[in-house]
């Protein structure tokens, strides 16, 4: 029985297809990269898995539940977690706030009052090492520092399965390895499936997922354990396709 | 007989409703292009009104003469409450543009009460009136319909035919590429802004044509209500979706109205406004992207 | 935050009502400007509760106010004569809850389905449609409203009744001021608090963290429009014992409730009492020199502090007080 399963799911922007008849599936406890070029359809693929969009075709199941249909908050009960490639903290609530709110309201947010999420929020404030931060305003943080905390109101969800929308972009390579060893770290403690898109950061996939997806147009090109994927000409000829100058758009 | 009162009604419909449609092309024009919902529109409408009542009564010139001059009392008007404020809220949160246009509305209304005073007023342009059979129709509203549809033919000539106008068609089509292209993005929302305004205390000189009670300072909330009934038909972001709306509505004020008028226990005048709210809902619920567009 | 302490910040704007109450009690040659005041923060409370909390305006308020003073009059002009004594009052103060929710369910259910502009759009009419279905279907006496003051006398006396109209009345809008307040500091404490926060601040993310945004709107709309109902029944059909449905739907009453909390802060705790005393202070010094033309002077007021002043009154205090000991009484 797999975690999620995504079925010939198909959303269009006008004339536009930007997610193309993708079918795939995620185990539970399975970590797994989409990469692709810009434009390819990654962000709009999360967006129809946690229910920001909803698929013109296909259907969508979690936990072998039909979820197509379901709105992103019964989603988030369910255990989809996310964060986004461009940060959206509630800015001027505090760090702290705004992880308790993950805890609040996710999976296990039906049991979870205001003082345990303020508790749990101070664990995963800890463990993303923003202790300092904690009752700073989530507006006023860096970038990266956004994107960490994400990570943790993510977390605080208790979610099945994390999705993470370039988690790493904008990073050096120190931070990638930390950011790496972080990921592998939370997957093994807390049990949970990880899907991270990864643009172009070929140490990160090599580093964590036991699969690639490759993303192109909408479509997917090539779902293969981590080496083959990375060796497959498709994949190759995908990449070196894209001028450098949008690469890093 | 009552078939005849009905035609009648309903022709009457389409000559008013195309005054709405030209008095609601603003609200769209400026939610269009800047993504404001003009709260305020009735108190612009009704500083049309207060425009032509001052150009006929204290000049002795025909309001066709007010047009132009309503026309560039809004232009103004945009103009000061686009640098006001509306620029420095575009990047906040919808709450903010909302509360402003809403307040430029009571600005408007209280200031006029001050000029004026809160009496009803009123005035008439007597050009005769042309009897059809069914119905009878001033000649002042066959004015006012016709002037819609001029004043609706230009905007459309200048969108399509102008530089200045496909500029601001680019804004609304793609506000980024706009930019890209070089156009200078907060001119044209200013440009926006006062043209919308414009066209709304313009279409006031209009509609004053249609008012019988008088007009009075707090008239305009009425025409908001309608305006964006009018609006929403049509798709609220097309100014051309407006004129439809417009012409819809038209129809089912007046239609309605000699529907209500044969139920006995009913005011059929406060029922057609009841309506008119009822409508709004209605589309919001089932098609809030208008009649025109499929979902 | 934790425990007990968190609600603290309704301690000062609790003294401030009882300072206010108490205020007029001594004074009673200035009653009515207390009452006035009571009334205005009172509003701003109400108001705040949906508008502060949830980041939408709700241009058509007042047809909330307005349906609760019809409960009230219904109640007092139906059951004078059963012998019920001033249980009648305390059925009309449910009648008005009843109502008012009742009227907020059939907007809410279509308005709280739209976003941002589209929801402003929604609500604007609703006063003013809601009037001409009383006045064009003829409900409740349509446009002749409904008196009732004879039948006030004759249940609970003359003597009774004055002293209902001119100040037990206006001790309950004391009352309505409380319970808003206290509604309010339970609601921004608990979780409803947080999920509207986050709702505010950004409706998608909150959506994706698993807010059923949609819910706590409800929540917050309709407990808004019962206090509203409550403040109908009170500042309204007790004291003046009469309603007209062109008076008591006027979109004036929503400007008024917009100036006052954006003049405190919109979503603080303590902000509508500061701005129903500063606008209802500075309404009656306008009303001597400027008399007619309050709005004129206000309505400047609020898009100056829409465009400078964003955080109303009581944001900068608190921006000020940030790391005093005082810090934790404001909100
Ligand atoms: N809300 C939207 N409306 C219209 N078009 C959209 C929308 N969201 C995405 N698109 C388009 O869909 C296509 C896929 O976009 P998507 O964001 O999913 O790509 P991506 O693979 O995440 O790319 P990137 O590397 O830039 O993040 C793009 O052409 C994009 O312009
Ligand atoms: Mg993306």
């Given at each position: 029985m797999s975690l999620l399963r995504v079925e010939n799911v198909t959303k269009r922007f006008g004339g536009l297809v930007a997610v193309d008849n993708v079918t795939m599936e995620i185990a539970h406890g399975e970590m797994m990269a989409i990469v692709g070029p810009n434009g390819a359809g990654k962000t709009t693929l999360f967006n129809l898995i946690n229910g920001v969009f909803f698929a013109d075709e296909g259907k969508i199941w979690f936990e072998d539940v039909?979820?197509?249909?379901?709105?992103a908050y019964k989603r988030a009960h369910m255990g989809i977690g996310r964060t986004f490639q461009i940060s959206r903290p509630f800015a001027s609530a505090t760090v702290q706030e705004n992880i308790a709110i993950g805890a609040m309201f996710?999976?296990?947010?039906?049991?979870?009052?205001v003082d345990q999420a303020m508790e749990m929020a101070d664990h995963y404030i800890g463990l993303i090492g923003l202790s300092s931060h904690r009752d700073k305003l989530a507006g006023g943080l860096t970038p990266i520092e956004k994107k960490m905390m994400e990570i943790a109101r993510a977390l605080a969800m208790k979610p099945r399965l994390l999705l993470m929308d370039e988690a790493m972009a904008g990073m050096n390579p120190k931070d990638i390895d930390k950011m790496v060893d972080f990921i592998k770290r939370i997957r093994s403690e807390e049990g949970i499936a990880i899907v991270a898109l990864v643009e172009h950061i070929m140490r990160a996939v090599a580093g964590l997922a036991e699969r690639v997806l490759v993303m192109h147009q909408g479509a997917k090109l090539v779902d293969e354990p981590t080496k083959i994927a990375l060796s497959d000409p498709r994949v190759i000829e995908v990449y070196l396709g894209v001028p450098p100058g949008e690469a890093d758009a | 007989m009552i078939l005849e009162q009905l035609a009648g009604n309903l022709f009457q419909g389409v000559v008013l409703g195309t005054v709405y449609g030209m008095a609601t092309m603003g609200l769209s024009l400026i939610f269009g292009v800047l993504k404001v919902v003009n709260v305020g529109h009735g108190a612009f409408i009704m500083v049309g009104a207060f425009t032509s009542f001052a150009v006929f009564e204290y000049l002795g010139l025909s309001p066709v003469f007010a047009i132009p001059v309503a026309f560039g009392i809004g232009m103004a008007l945009g103009m000061i409450f686009y640098y006001s404020s509306i620029r420095r809220l575009l990047k906040g949160p919808e709450l903010a543009s909302l509360l402003a246009t809403f307040s430029f509305g009571v600005i408007l209304e209280e200031g006029v009460k001050f000029l004026f005073t809160s009496d009803f007023r009123g005035f008439n342009w007597d050009l005769g009136k042309i009897d059809m059979g069914f119905t009878v129709l001033p000649y002042a509203k066959v004015a006012a319909c016709l002037g819609s549809v001029i004043i609706a033919v230009l905007l459309y000539l200048w969108f399509n035919k102008t530089r200045a106008g496909m500029a601001m068609r680019s804004v609304v089509e793609d506000g980024v590429g706009a930019r890209v292209c070089g156009v200078n993005v907060d001119w044209e929302y200013a440009l926006s802004f006062s043209l919308g305004i414009g066209l709304t205390v313009a279409s006031g000189v209009l509609l004053t044509m249609f008012v019988s009670v008088g007009i009075n300072p707090y008239m305009g909330g009425e025409y908001t209500l309608k305006a964006f009934v009018v609006a929403v038909l049509g798709g609220l972001a097309s100014p051309y979706g407006a004129f439809f709306g417009g012409l819809v509505f038209g129809l089912l004020e007046n239609g309605s109205y000699t529907l209500f008028a044969q139920i006995p226990g009913l005011e059929p005048f406060a029922m057609t406004r009841f309506f008119s709210f009822l409508i709004l809902l209605l589309i919001l619920l089932l098609r809030p992207t208008g009649l025109l567009k499929a979902k | 935050m934790k425990g007990a302490s968190r609600y603290l910040p309704s301690i000062p704007v609790l003294l401030a009502y009882a300072a206010l109450f108490v205020f007029g009690l001594l004074n009673p040659g200035r009653w009515q400007l207390v009452a006035q005041l009571a009334f205005y923060c009172a509003l701003g409370q109400a108001f705040n509760l949906f508008m502060g909390m949830t980041g939408y305006v709700d241009f058509g308020y007042v047809a909330f106010l307005g349906i609760g003073t019809y409960g009230m009059a219904i109640s007092i002009s139906e059951l004078a004569d059963k012998g019920l004594g001033l249980g009648v009052i305390v059925i009309g103060l449910i009648l008005s809850v009843v109502f008012a929710v009742l009227l907020s369910l059939a907007v809410g259910a279509v308005a709280l389905r739209l976003r941002g502009a589209y929801f402003a759009i929604a609500t604007i009419g609703v006063n003013e449609g809601f009037r001409y279905l009383i006045e064009g279907a003829r409900i409740w006496n349509g446009s002749e409203g409904i008196i009732f003051s004879r039948q006030l006398r004759e249940m609970v006396g003359r003597e009774a009744a004055m002293s209902l109209s001119t100040f037990w009345a206006d001790v309950m809008v004391f009352g309505v001021a409380v319970i808003a307040t206290v509604l309010t500091i339970v609601y921004m404490r608990g979780k409803i608090g947080y999920a509207l926060a986050a709702l505010r601040m950004d409706e998608d993310a909150a959506k994706v963290m698993g807010i059923n945004v949609t819910r706590f709107k409800i929540i917050a709309f309709i407990t808004s429009a019962a206090l509203a109902g409550l403040l109908g029944a009170t500042a309204w059909a007790l004291k003046l014992t009469y309603v007209f449905p062109a008076d008591v739907f006027g979109i004036h009453y929503t400007v008024e409730a917009i100036i006052i909390v954006l003049l405190g802060g919109a979503g603080t705790l303590l902000g509508p009492i500061v701005g129903g005393l500063i606008y209802g202070v500075s309404k009656y010094y306008l009303a001597v020199y400027l008399p007619g033309f309050q709005l004129l002077v206000f309505a400047p007021v609020i898009i100056v502090v829409i465009v400078l002043f964003p955080e109303g009154t009581v944001g900068m205090i608190k921006r000020k007080l940030i790391g005093t000991a005082l810090e934790k009484y404001i909100l």
């Open positions: 039909d979820v197509t249909h379901y709105p996710g999976a296990a947010g039906s049991e979870t009052n | - | -």
